[in-house]
């Protein structure tokens, strides 16, 4: 069956206050970014599922911004569903994200009109 | 034998030329292209009327086969403008060497031009922001390459003095070339005394936003030794693609030209021991030591403390980018083909005070996208073949 439009499916998610990625019930692997197939298996079955929210810093760098502007930290998740996204690990000096940590997602504006996933520690590990 | 040692120096370069590097202020970037398309084409001492394969990639002209046909005034028999990035160069060679042993065509031309440093004032990216990536502004390149950085560091304990070093190696080659843009003394201190730009890299670990052009001129072999030059012969030559936002590329640490080298030494019959000298696109710091571990030249997790051995600096036992590189002899914003002007001109000895005496095997290597696409080609002296 042909997938409803992936990306602003995704969108349209988080607009409504939801992180949804898809996943695949026949090669059980999660998917991300939205697609029409899942990449290398093929699979036509993607169905939209919430993940866990919860990932671990998989690398990370620091937009350095003229002052006054602030810093921005830029890294790659990998939530522990198995796929990376890029994104920002918030609510901590963007010098001090480091690989490994623990983060957990949440929805906030974008810097157009749509809403993002950003991370911030998990302060529950 | 497989059909990939088939090919092995069934072609050859035989024009090569630069224009424009460092600043062309004036110039549009056709211009300088094809200015550096005759000054190859008089180097190999043929006619612009004798180029029937044109092979391109512009900054932003996605038409740029069709733009430069019409600019020389010829009508090509193949005309391919395929976009990879700063590696386009290399899989046109490796285009290139099919469709003239094929007998499509009979002499290549594989051309590029660039204003930006003049012309636009920054690098001119030809990518489509992801809807994925873009809302979180990644100030790309470098962010992304930034992010392999960080991972390499993380996995391998790399260092930031270590990533200065190739920018330092990269200096004192370039010192050693009159056509180098940025020349002078630099110490692993003074790039580390640079402005962070996105972590781990500073400014020195970033390449050049310059103008210039470059062009080559392939032919079959059987023609190439008739020619003004002596003949550069193409061994092997091999692309691989993986991925395009770096968040898709599996292992940080691993990029294509793992396969890329992979494939284009077995075509050459060659192995990494063997080459002379390495030309790659070195548009970060970080991008030398991840290829030379990919290419095997050292192995991975190594590169590291194999480019601040002094391995790769004029003395040592591994010339890369004898020409400068990207950091520091020019980069106008898709730097591939430049890789393989300086091999060329390395196995044709006309190097200068960076010579590598008795170089007879080089590696050209490009990179294009954020890591994505690579692209390896090996040539030869022509008593390799």
């Not at chain 2, 890299?201 to 970033?206: I, K, S």
């Not at chain 2, 770096?246 to 992979?262: C, H, K, N, P, Y």
């Amino acid at each position: 069956m042909t997938q409803a439009p992936p990306t602003a499916t995704y969108f349209k998610s988080l607009a409504d206050g939801k992180f949804m990625i898809q996943r695949s019930p026949s090669t059980g692997e999660w998917v991300f970014y939205p697609r029409m197939i899942a990449p290398r298996t093929g699979a036509v079955d993607l169905e939209w599922a919430e993940p866990s929210g919860l990932g671990t810093v998989y690398a990370t760098t620091v937009k350095r911004m003229k002052p006054p502007a602030e810093n921005v930290n830029v890294a790659i998740v990998e939530l522990d569903e198995g796929p990376r996204l890029m994104t920002h690990v918030q609510s901590m000096p963007a010098e001090d994200v480091f690989i490994g940590l623990r983060v957990r997602a949440r929805i906030v504006d974008g810097p157009d009109d749509g809403k993002i996933v950003v991370f911030e520690p998990d302060s529950a590990e | 034998m497989t059909r990939g040692s088939q090919l092995r120096g069934k072609t050859a370069f035989v024009g090569a030329a630069t224009f424009g590097c460092g600043e062309a202020p004036g110039y549009t970037s056709i211009e300088i292209a094809a200015e550096a398309a005759r000054l190859a084409i008089a180097d190999a001492g043929l006619k612009t009327s004798d180029m029937d394969g044109l092979f391109i990639c512009m900054p932003n002209d996605f038409l740029a086969g069709l733009t430069i046909a019409e600019y020389l005034g010829i009508r090509p028999r193949m005309t391919n403008s395929s976009r990879t990035g700063g590696s386009a160069f290399l899989t046109h060679a490796e285009w290139a060497m099919l469709a003239l042993d094929a007998g499509l065509i009979d002499y290549a031309l594989i051309c590029y031009g660039s204003n930006q440093r003049t012309g636009a004032g920054k690098l001119v990216a030809a990518q489509v922001p992801s809807p994925f990536e873009a809302p979180y502004r990644p100030n790309n390149p470098v962010a992304s390459y930034a992010l392999a950085a960080s991972r390499h560091m993380y996995e391998y304990g790399t260092t930031s003095e270590q990533l200065a070093s190739v920018a330092v190696a990269a200096r004192q080659w370039a010192n050693l070339n009159p056509d180098a843009f940025r020349q002078g003394p630099l110490s692993i201190e003074d790039v580390l005394a640079t402005r962070m730009v996105s972590d781990p890299l500073h400014a020195a670990d970033c390449c050049l936003i310059t103008d210039g052009g470059a062009a080559v001129v392939m032919t079959r072999a059987d023609r190439a030794k008739d020619l003004r030059q002596t003949p550069v012969a193409l061994l092997g030559a091999a692309s691989a693609t993986w991925h395009i936002e770096i968040a898709q590329l599996a292992d940080l640490t691993v990029s294509a030209a793992q396969e890329s080298g992979r494939r284009a030494f077995a075509q050459a019959g060659v192995s990494p021991a063997e080459i002379d000298v390495v030309n790659l696109y070195d548009a970060f710091t970080i991008n030398t030591i991840m290829f030379l571990e990919d290419l095997g030249f050292c192995a991975k997790g190594e590169g590291g403390p194999f480019v601040a051995s002094g391995a790769i600096a004029p003395g040592g036992s591994l010339p890369v980018n004898t020409n400068g590189g990207g950091l520091s002899f020019c980069h106008p914003g898709m730097y591939g083909l430049f890789t393989m002007i300086e091999s060329i001109r390395q196995l044709r000895g006309e190097a200068g005070d960076r010579q590598i005496a008795g170089a007879k095997l080089a590696l050209a290597h490009g990179n294009g996208g954020t890591l994505s696409s690579q692209a390896t080609c090996i040539l030869g002296v022509p008593d390799t073949v």
